[in-house]
Each structure stands twice: as structure tokens, then as C-alpha cells.
């Protein structure tokens, strides 16, 4: 059965991968997306299940002309892959250009009534500590102030790899937004990917908006 909060929802994921030489310190770095694939795709599929039209897909892209990220509609798992490979990673990741996209299009189709009744849960893949550190905080506690009850849109970060700065940046988010930074609610849930078992994707899902 699946839980009704989740249901009628928007899901939005932002792939926020950097290239392996980023972060020499991490020997496993570059294996770590490999490793993680089909817990990826599990999370990613789960979401599809809960938004049968398709979720948004940031991904970080070299590519890209700003050099962060391009945005994908309407994206099911068996298309991931293929966008995965299509895009090369950045050196360096500014989380904060796929983060704010994705909050300014909820808000801009919630005020043109285009939302689904239960609003929104994004998804961020993160395998390293991002640049744009307070930006980010800021970003998320203005979004707060948007919002009007609390479980209208959540904030889930999983963590690829064993980078421990970046365990620490996302350890601060989840506990200290309300209490340090003035957020209005508490919307996000953080969890290390690999410890988010198959039978557990509904849970983390629950546990992003339920704070």
C-alpha cells in the first residue's frame, strides 16, 4: 500500500556528480557512482512509481553552457542511464544552479496552479561537498518562508561515497536549519545512500517530509 503523503506528488532528482579528479583524497571516488548504480536506479525508479508521468532530472554537466546543470522532463529509469552517460561531469560542483532551478519551478507552477495537490519531494545525489555551501542554506530557508504547511515540499539528500567534509555539510542541514538558520520548517532529510535499503526507499521518502 502506498502511503497517501506520498502520493499526488512532483518528483524532481538533481545528480549533482563530479569528476573523479575533484577529489583526490577519496580513493574509492571514482568507483562510487558504479557502486551505487542500482541503488540509484531503485530510488529513482521508486519515484517514477510515485509520479507516473515522469519525474525532472537535474544532472551536473560539463557540457552545459554555465557549466552545472541541464534540466531532462518526464524522465523514466530506463532513460537514466543514457543521460548519465551523455553528460560529463563538472571539476567542481555548484550545487546551488540545479537546487534553485528546481525550487523557482515549483514555486513558479504552484503560483500558476500546475502543482499536484500533495506538492513536490526533490531528490539531491550528492558525492562530494559543493562549493556554494552557504548559498545553498540560504536557498533553502528563503524556500521555507514560501511555503504554507510543512509537508508540502521536502528536501531528501543522498549521499554517494564516504566523503566525510561532505557528510558533515549535510549532517549540519538536516539538524541545524530551524534552530541555526531561521528556516520556517525543518524540509530536509539526509541519509549515505548505501544504508537506504531497497525496503526502505518508502521510508526515507516519508522521512523527508515528515520532520
Not at 560542483?93 to 504552484?110: N, P, S, T
Request: charge should be negative; proline fraction near 5%.
Amino acid at each position: 500500500m502506498v502511503e497517501p503523503l506520498l502520493e499526488n506528488r512532483d518528483y524532481t532528482v538533481i545528480a549533482a556528480k563530479t569528476a573523479a579528479s575533484v577529489l583526490p583524497t577519496s580513493p574509492g571516488f571514482a568507483s562510487s557512482w558504479v557502486a551505487a548504480h542500482d541503488a540509484v536506479m531503485a530510488l529513482v525508479g521508486k519515484c517514477e512509481e510515485l509520479d507516473p508521468d515522469g519525474i525532472t532530472l537535474y544532472i551536473s554537466s560539463r557540457q552545459d553552457p554555465s557549466g552545472s546543470f541541464k534540466q531532462y522532463k518526464k524522465v523514466t529509469p530506463d532513460k537514466l542511464e543514457q543521460l548519465f552517460e551523455a553528460n560529463y561531469p563538472p571539476e567542481g560542483l555548484k550545487l546551488l544552479d540545479g537546487l534553485q532551478a528546481a525550487l523557482d519551478d515549483y514555486f513558479e507552477r504552484k503560483a500558476a496552479g500546475q502543482t499536484k495537490p500533495n506538492g513536490e519531494i526533490i531528490i539531491v545525489l550528492i558525492d562530494g561537498e559543493p562549493l556554494d555551501r552557504m548559498a545553498i542554506v540560504k536557498a533553502i530557508v528563503h524556500a521555507t518562508q514560501k511555503m504554507e504547511h510543512a509537508q508540502e515540499l521536502g528536501i531528501g539528500f543522498a549521499q554517494i561515497g564516504n566523503d566525510l567534509i561532505a557528510r558533515g555539510f549535510l549532517t549540519a542541514l538536516d539538524e541545524d536549519l530551524r534552530s541555526k538558520a531561521g528556516a520556517k520548517f525543518d524540509i530536509v532529510n539526509t541519509r549515505v545512500l548505501e544504508t537506504i535499503g531497497e525496503n526502505c526507499l518508502t521510508e526515507f521518502l516519508l522521512d523527508v517530509i515528515r520532520h
